[in-house]
């Protein structure tokens, strides 16, 4: 079973910048589809970006312009920027084979907190 560990969060100033990534246990991982899925306290679950094989690319837009989400190979990156207290979540990433449905693999979160 492929594992997802992502690295990066931590705290941060408002309007700083936090590149947040995503490996996968497994060196042979290529899903179709990878995200990033952000949960904040007492809120749903929400997709913050996602891309597929193609590279092409979607974005929450409460993210649009500030978030930008890349892969090399296996890991996957989010590259914040221009961070707002309202984007102080757990951010976890996941993968899944299939362009349409849920994703399969999720991995364990990291706290990003954005505060003065």
């Known amino acids: 079973q492929v594992q997802l560990v992502e690295s990066g969060g931590g705290l941060v100033q408002p309007g700083g910048s936090l590149t947040l990534s995503c490996a996968a246990s497994?060196?042979?991982?290529?899903?179709?589809?990878m995200g990033w899925y952000r949960q904040a306290p007492g809120l749903q679950r929400e997709l913050v970006t996602s891309?597929?094989?193609?590279?092409n690319t979607n974005y929450a837009d409460s993210v649009k312009g500030r978030f930008t989400i890349f892969r090399i190979n296996n890991p996957v990156f989010l590259q914040m920027n221009s961070l707002k207290p309202e984007d102080t979540a757990v951010y976890y990433c996941?993968?899944?084979?299939?362009?349409?449905?849920?994703?399969?693999?999720w991995g364990q979160g990291t706290q990003v907190t954005v505060s003065s």
């Open positions: 996941a993968g899944k084979y299939s362009s349409s449905g849920s994703y399969d693999y």
């Open positions: 891309i597929n094989s193609d590279s």
């Open positions: 497994r060196t042979i991982f290529s899903p179709n589809v």
